[in-house]
């Protein structure tokens, strides 16, 4: 059988005209969300209509944009005009729009709004619980996807300010279903670690939808919820998310987030030189004051005389020495009355003296002094000491 090879542009064409010459596609209102939207400088809105299920892309030409009297924005619900082509180029079917009507917002901005409402109210944006950001952090550490063009930008502005600053990452995806949970759980394990001062948390730039798990109430709880400060880096400088009213810190972009965090060691060392200066400046002042004073000082009479000064000195320390002297035999005398008093009480306790008043002092073969019977036994060997001289008995009976 003969093949029939057919160019690809022949093909895109021929689908273009099917669509063209379609009565339902060629006027069509369709309903849906914003999303990706952009507005080039040449005046076209290129975005995408979405619904819960599906989406298609969309261009609305500068002549039909200028007849719009509000903005396209993500999230916005709208009704759209216009008709079903392809762009044979790159074989994509597309709705090209003539007329937009907004019907509210979407259902993702309305969302958004509830949440940030809520998180408010219960004073999660408060200033006061934001944590301030160490000015020289020993190890910072990032919370990104670890395959994402943020955590490229924010190793190289790193690196670029200060390369002795380690950095630990933290990956997780950043959209997803997933997203949500693992942005929660590196959070909770950085704080568990306790290995860095700060934190950036964030992703580089997307539609309202690849940002959502930003917007999510479990994400700004564990942010606020951080003992280590956090700086949130999402998207570009015109994305907001609820990350960034949480966060300890606002970031434009990741790169931004790195330029806050990480301090410009050139910088710390121009300060550190003009320190030096600084010091040895006041030091060299100092210096030469007390050495002014110091001449003074010997300038006078009185050290003009050395000898009369150290015949002074040498007056001042036999006196000093005689006082000395006289109050450690005072404290000596005080003492010796002291301790003799403690003595002749001691001596008045004595056991010896009452052996000289006629008394004897019984103990066992051990040592042990007996005052009671029950602690001998007919038979024991006992020594009695006398006034002078010891004897040793032996128990034959006992009354």
Known sequence: MKRKVVAVSEINRYVSHLLEEDYLLSDVWLSGEISNCKY?????????????????????????????????????????????????KTGQYQCYVIEVEKEGKGTLYEQFERLKK??????????????????????????????????????????????AIPIYIYPTAVQGEYATNGIVSAIERANQ???????????????????????????????????IPIVSAVGHEIDFTISDFVADKRAATPSAAAEIVIPDKESYLLKIDRSKELLKHHLTRHLDLEKRRLEQLLSRPIYQNKQKYFRDLMIRVDYSEEQLIKAYTKHLTFTRNVLNDKITKMEKLSPLLTLKRGYSVTTTKSGEMITHKDQVEVGDYIKVALKEGTLHAEVVKKG
């Open 40 to 88: 080039h400088q040449s005046g076209h809105i290129y975005f995408t209509i979405k619904d819960e299920r599906a989406g298609i892309s969309a261009v609305m030409f500068a002549k039909d944009a200028a007849t719009l009297d509000f903005t396209l924005k993500e999230g916005l619900k709208v009704y759209v005009r216009g008709r079903i082509s392809l762009y044979e």
């Open 118 to 163: 809520q998180l408010e109210e219960e004073g999660l944006f408060d200033p006061r619980y934001k944590k301030p950001l160490p000015t020289y952090p020993q190890k910072v550490g990032v919370i990104t996807s670890n395959t994402g063009a943020a955590i490229q930008d924010i190793l190289q502005v790193s690196k670029r300010r200060n390369n």
């Open 193 to 227: 670690d306790g290995l860095v001062d700060v934190l950036i948390v964030g992703r580089g730039g997307g539609s309202i939808e690849d940002l959502w798990s930003f917007n999510e109430e479990a994400v700004a709880r564990a942010i606020f919820a951080s003992k």
